[in-house]
């Protein structure tokens, strides 16, 4: 007798489950148009190819659509990226909801500053930080670098190391290495200078389909 009563407060704990169950799958239903997530990567690509390149998904309720329009870069400036953007539509019934995300096509070649916060160490400032290979994916390399001001900087990137001169000479000491990971900065403080809060490099990037 124990037992059969037990058993049927175990059905009832899982009808009482399955109806909940029900309750949620026919509450999400009734509800209108969801865009849950819209996930575009990578962001960055090179230029003529977000359309092959770029991986989209997203998670909606209802029916979606997809929209792609076209920017070229302001006046059209050779260095600056063009702009895909890819416009999600979802309906349900009359509801509709939209979500908007953008890709960056970059030229073969374009200009990009590496800005990194610096602190003080001995005579010297030194600055470590990281390019987001998610934003910056493995077509992306470094053709030269120089100064972004006027003071020699030490580099260690991409497991090889440069010396930047004050002058805004370009080196090709990291030639072909990622633009993404890790960037490490130094340079001398001359005696009563007061030190720099950040060390740039102005790097020349080469974009390799």
């Known amino acids: ?14 009808t009482r489950v399955a109806l909940g169950a029900i309750a949620i799958a026919l509450a999400a239903s009734c509800g209108g148009a969801k865009i849950q997530s819209f996930m575009l990567e ?4 090179c230029r003529g190819q977000a359309a092959s390149g770029t991986r989209l ?49 970059f030229p073969a070649q374009f200009a990009h500053t590496i800005a990194i916060q610096a ?9 470590g930080g990281e390019t987001n290979p998610a934003q910056w994916p493995a077509a992306f390399v470094v053709h030269t670098v120089r ?3 006027n003071r020699a900087i030490n580099v260690v990137h991409g497991g090889r ?13 990291l030639q072909g290495t990622p633009l993404a990971g890790s960037w490490q900065l130094k340079s001398a403080v001359a005696s009563g200078e007061e030190p720099p809060d950040r060390l740039r490099l102005q790097a020349t990037v080469s974009c390799v389909p």
Do not use: C, H
């Open 42 to 45: 990578p962001r960055n690509v």
């Open 119 to 127: 602190t003080p160490q001995g005579t010297d400032v030194v600055a």
């Open 57 to 105: 998904s997203w998670t909606v309720s209802g029916t979606p659509s997809l929209r792609v329009s076209y920017g070229r870069a302001a006046n059209d400036e050779p260095d600056e990226p063009d702009t895909l953007t890819f416009l999600l539509v979802v309906k349900k019934g009359r509801d509709s909801v939209t979500e908007k995300e953008n890709v960056l096509e």
């Open 147 to 149: 100064t972004g001001s």
């Open 1 to 14: 007798m124990l037992e059969l009563v037990f058993i049927a407060e175990l059905n009832i704990i899982a």
């Open 161 to 173: 190391t440069a010396s930047v001169s004050a002058n805004g000479a370009e080196s090709a000491a």
